[in-house]
């Protein structure tokens, strides 16, 4: 099945900082998620983005499906940017997520 | 609107007990499915439904049944807890249709002593 590596495992910022994650997956894919874990546990939605580039905020999301990667833009980051980062793909069916193994994000004041 | 409603949030069994958590939508949802998270992993799948009467097993099914028998409610039912069974589970839904983002429960921490 399609493997999802995420870069970097650990990030450590300071408030303002900005900051690009990187999710690789090993087959083209034609959906990809983002989600943030906050750190009590529960995981938000944050882009929908099989391909393109899309903005909300200060978080932006690009994918380039035909070189099987998506990057996630943090820019000015906050404290409560803090949490775990996560890609998924849909695999085999449009209710099953692949996840990768997380982006863990920590904004200092 | 609730979205995806899991009970309880924490629960602790000993090994050998069975229960069962709670997964509730009311967007009307034909997709639903469970997941389980470890520590410093992402998620798992453990089964899904893509209707009512329909399930199927996903990456780490054993050790746990499930049922759909409305669109809104989809339980997951441990059999025979173990410890290594102790993780937090999530429940998710979505519509089903290419482009469709799934949506988390806010999860079901489960404890196995």
């Known amino acids: 099945g399609i493997q999802v590596e995420q870069s970097p495992p650990d990030l450590i910022l300071q408030e303002g900082a900005n900051s690009t994650l990187r999710c690789n997956f090993s087959?083209?894919?034609?959906?990809l998620q983002w989600f943030h874990q906050n750190p009590w546990g529960q995981l938000i939605n944050l882009f929908y983005i099989p391909s393109g580039t899309k903005q909300n905020g200060r978080l932006s999301a690009t994918t380039v499906a035909t070189e099987r990667y998506s990057l996630l833009y943090i820019s000015s980051s906050q404290t409560t940017d803090s949490g775990v980062y996560f890609c998924a793909t849909y695999s085999g069916g449009y209710n099953k997520l692949i996840f990768g193994a997380g982006t863990r994000l920590a904004v200092h004041p | 609107n609730a979205g995806v409603t899991q009970t309880p949030k924490f629960q602790v069994l000993k090994t050998g007990q069975s229960m069962t958590l709670q997964c509730a939508q009311d967007m009307n949802h034909e997709y639903m499915s469970w997941y389980r998270q470890d520590p410093g992993m992402g998620l798992r799948l453990i089964h899904y439904?893509?209707?009512?009467?329909?399930?199927d097993q996903g990456e780490v099914p054993n050790g746990y049944n499930v049922s759909r028998s409305t669109t809104e409610d989809f339980p997951l039912r441990l059999l025979s807890a173990a410890p290594s069974q102790t993780s937090v589970y999530f429940c998710?839904?979505?519509?089903?249709?290419?482009?469709?983002?799934?949506?988390f429960g806010d999860g079901t921490r489960l404890s196995i002593l």
């Open positions: 998710a839904s979505n519509d089903g249709g290419s482009g469709q983002p799934q949506h």
């Open positions: 439904s893509v209707g009512a009467g329909i399930t």
């Open positions: 087959d083209s894919v034609n959906n």
